[in-house]
């Protein structure tokens, strides 16, 4: 039955009807995370359940980030992972250890070391359950398979990026197992129509439904760029090129250091922001070095989610040199800013950067390919409102729905095979 929701939230689209599930179901959602993209959905997904439970995968090990400053442990860090303080009252965040290294990543034996720690949060925690969201195909999706066959309860995973376009096509075993764990869910959710593509080849027969990742507009909106600048200590006269990203290899930011040195931008006043952290960071510094501008880039780390959109109004153009993607939400939110994006054809970014009046593609790990749209960019007169307009798409509220009517379909076909 369609229901209007329940919540006041100042970014909800209160004027359209959800078919929502049967009342009195309860979520259990598995994720690497709460913060972002997780928080934004379950944020708008309890008020149509009785109970939402979040277990997040936390990894003991990296407490030490606490005290040592280890680039590629410090996102990871529990303490990080979800404020408390903004939880909605039905739901639950809830921690399953899982051991493991950031050099034993993908190690295969995750999936049941960590199946094994949320079965003990269930048990001690007495959590019951009627539908299970897994993000990540591994090894959270693979957790959840194995908890909708013990429980009887649908399975809905998530396919966000690596783990079904880059696990899959490593060896035939973690292709075995990504397959698997595509057929046995009751629902693929795919975060683009590349994602979509690649999981259908490695489950042949999978339909995946594209349902993207999204942005709350009570966050990121068009904001007074001085104003911006002056609260974040940025140079108020020179013209900003900001990106975001963790510092890995595949996000290519070392291209656009590199891009920075280019002569396509040598005349401009340019200050780059390169946000983020991660392995390559100290390789970044000494590439900017090298190169002689240590004057012109800012590194500042990671920024608060809520704090995200006062770099993005900020700056003048974000740049996204990611060489390969799933999607890539913060070009969204750099949108909804009423900025524009110059991002490279990295398999996700051409679904949201598809109209010149919004931004401009280049081909990955071009140095100077970026270096010369990024020059065009910051020459050309852009139409904010048909940047903002290009971006209303992808509001949390909007996606969410169709999340809804996923689950929706889930349950009530369980309750009438049960019945």
Request: proline share 8%.
């Amino acid at each position: 039955m369609p229901t209007t929701p329940t919540s006041s939230s100042p970014w909800l689209d209160d004027e359209r009807k959800i078919d929502a599930p049967p009342p009195g179901t309860r979520l259990l959602v598995l994720s690497d995370q709460y913060l972002s993209f997780v928080k934004d959905q379950v944020e708008l997904l309890a008020p149509h359940f009785s109970q939402v439970t979040v277990i997040v995968r936390h990894n003991p090990v990296t407490e030490i980030s606490r005290v040592v400053p280890v680039h590629s442990l410090a996102p990871y860090r529990r303490d990080t992972l979800v404020d408390l303080r903004s939880v909605p009252a039905n739901v639950r965040v809830l921690y399953a250890p899982a051991l493991f290294l950031p050099y034993d990543a993908d190690n295969r034996r995750q999936g049941d070391r960590l199946l094994g720690s949320v079965r003990r949060v269930i048990r001690s925690e007495k959590i019951e359950f009627d539908l299970v969201h897994a993000h990540f195909v591994w090894p959270n999706g693979h957790v959840a398979v194995r908890l909708g066959e013990e429980h009887g309860v649908p399975v809905v995973v998530t396919a966000h990026g690596y783990d079904i376009y880059d696990l899959p096509y490593r060896d035939a075993a973690w292709r075995a197992l990504i397959a698997d764990t595509v057929r046995e869910a009751d629902r693929v959710i795919a975060v683009s129509e590349r994602t979509r593509r690649c999981a259908a080849e490695i489950a042949p027969g999978v339909e995946p439904v594209v349902i993207p990742n999204g942005y709350r507009p009570d966050l990121f909106r068009p904001m007074d760029m001085a104003g911006c600048r002056e609260r974040l200590g940025l140079p108020p006269d020179r013209r900003i090129v900001l990106t975001a990203g963790g510092f890995v290899p595949e996000k290519g930011q070392q291209y656009l250091v590199e891009a920075a040195a280019d002569p396509a931008v040598q005349g401009l006043d340019l200050c780059w922001v390169l946000m983020g952290m991660g392995r390559l960071h100290d390789e970044l510094v000494r590439r900017i070095t090298r190169l002689g501008l240590e004057r012109r880039f800012v590194l500042p780390g990671w920024a608060d989610h809520a704090e995200m959109p006062l770099w993005m109004n900020a700056c003048d153009l974000f740049a996204f040199p990611s060489i390969s993607e799933s999607f890539g939400v913060v070009q969204v939110e750099a949108m909804a800013c009423g900025r524009p994006v110059v991002a490279t054809c990295n398999g996700g970014s051409e679904e949201i950067v598809n109209d010149p009046g919004v931004g401009m593609l280049v081909p990955p790990g071009d140095a100077t390919a970026l270096a010369g749209a990024i020059r065009d960019a910051l020459e050309r007169r852009w139409d904010s409102r048909v940047i903002e307009g290009h971006a209303e798409r992808y509001r949390w509220d909007r996606i969410v729905v169709r999340i809804l009517d996923e689950y929706r379909s889930l349950v009530t076909s369980g309750r009438s095979s049960a019945t």
